[in-house]
């Protein structure tokens, strides 16, 4: 199943980077035509790197083999088996520039998914589902596959393998360069991927990759470790952040999480994946963009 907002106000589904950002009111199952300023306290620069993601944008925060957690900037989280959106998709029919929709911009002109791929539409890439994967488009992407009981808590579900994404500032990384952030970010996802009740914690792990690396035509880096855990499969995590390619001001996360299992798919995959990341169809060109 997909994981959905609860009603509330969240950056406008069809802000292209023209003019100032807006507010929709999602009401539980689609977007209206309500639209406000976001408050002051939020208009920072934090917030416009991350795409409009303000506090009360649900966001995809642990993924990988380990347990899938969604959690808010309240602190709540809350488990799901085989969630991967992040906050509502929105509907095509109440987006700005269609029937119903307000305010004047194309539908050309916003992420458009596409057959084949996962779309973040914070962020603006897709991401290619694997044959045989699940992917998952929103406000964060996911793409996952091989889905079991947590070697923790049956109760809970775990993938063998999982590849999301999300803007750096939406999950709270303040650093300035790709390097810096993945590097931040890589304990982070290592832990709530393959630690805690779910898999014993972690009790060593070994760094594979820390590299410069081209995703979806810019320049970013990322940091592979191999992880040991207490229980279950040990696991493969990796951080990659860089550029978003249609805001340079802008970093995206990609986290990933392998299990090391013969059940569980191969690094191999995990680069293939990374190469197959690409710009979102249908985003328009705005400030700070390389378009």
């Not at 898999?199 to 979806?216: C, D, F």
Request: aromatic residues 6%; hydrophobic residues 30%; glycine residues 14%.
């Amino acid at each position: 199943m997909t994981q959905t907002s609860p009603p509330g106000w969240h950056p406008d589904p069809g802000y292209t980077g023209f003019g100032p950002l807006q507010e929709r009111w999602w009401d539980g199952t689609q977007w209206t035509d309500q639209l406000r300023m976001p408050p002051a306290a939020l208009r920072s620069r934090r917030i416009r790197i991350g795409a409009g993601i303000t506090a009360a944008v649900v966001v995809l925060a642990a993924i990988g083999g380990g347990v899938y957690v969604l959690t808010d900037d309240s602190g709540a989280t809350g488990n799901t088996a085989t969630a991967q959106s992040a906050s509502p998709s929105p509907d095509p029919s109440r987006r700005p520039g269609a029937p119903g929709g307000s305010g004047g911009e194309t539908p050309e002109q916003q992420p458009q998914t596409e057959d084949g791929y996962a779309t973040d539409l914070a962020s603006g890439i897709s991401i290619p589902v694997p044959d045989g994967w699940t992917g998952e488009s929103g406000m964060g992407a996911g793409v996952t596959t091989g889905t079991y009981a947590c070697p923790g808590d049956s109760g809970e579900k775990c993938v063998r393998g999982g590849v999301f994404s999300a803007p750096a500032a939406a999950l709270k990384l303040t650093t300035t360069t790709a390097k810096a952030t993945a590097e931040k970010d890589i304990a982070t996802n290592a832990e709530e991927s393959y630690g805690e009740k779910i898999y014993g914690g972690i009790t060593s792990h070994e760094q594979l990759k820390s590299e410069a690396v081209t995703v979806a035509g810019q320049q970013g880096y990322r940091v592979r470790w191999k992880v040991v855990t207490k229980n279950g499969d040990d696991g493969y995590v990796e951080s990659l952040a860089f550029p978003s390619p249609h805001a340079e001001d802008m970093l995206i996360v990609v986290r990933s999480g392998f299990d090391i299992n013969a059940k569980a798919p191969g690094l191999s995959v995990l680069d293939d994946i990374t190469k197959g990341i690409k710009a979102a169809s249908g985003t328009g060109s705005g400030p700070g963009t390389n378009a």
